[in-house]
């Protein structure tokens, strides 16, 4: 069974930067697509940035330009390096494997951007 195990939220000053951690277990990795996700108290899970297996990227609008996810497939890790931080960026952030239908889930980092 897939495990996802997310690290490195913390409090942080605005314009700040975090790098994000996701380390996978018990999948094939290189296989799925790999994405991060934030959900904000009261507001719907959103798609922040994902990774394919080819390495194409995809990002929200609201992170192009600040936020950067990358992989290691050697690790079984996914990264989301996020600089300039705002305080809108607070939220519960989850790492995500997905391929085909077949969908995992970490059980989130929190990340809190407050001067």
């Known amino acids: 069974q897939g495990q996802l195990v997310e690290s490195g939220g913390d409090l942080v000053q605005p314009g700040g930067s975090l790098r994000l951690s996701c380390a996978a277990s018990?999948?094939?990795?290189?296989?799925?697509?790999m994405g991060w996700f934030r959900q904000a108290p009261g507001k719907q899970r959103e798609l922040v940035a994902t990774i394919a297996s080819d390495g194409r990227t995809n990002s929200a609008d609201s992170v192009k330009g600040r936020f950067t996810i990358s992989r290691d497939n050697a690790e079984k890790t996914v990264y989301l390096q996020m600089n300039s931080l705002k305080p809108e960026d607070t939220a519960v952030y989850y790492c995500?494997?997905?391929?085909?239908?077949?969908?995992?889930w970490g059980q989130g980092t929190q990340v809190t951007v407050s001067s």
């Open positions: 018990g999948i094939n990795f290189s296989i799925y697509t």
């Open positions: 995500n494997a997905k391929i085909f239908t077949r969908a995992y």
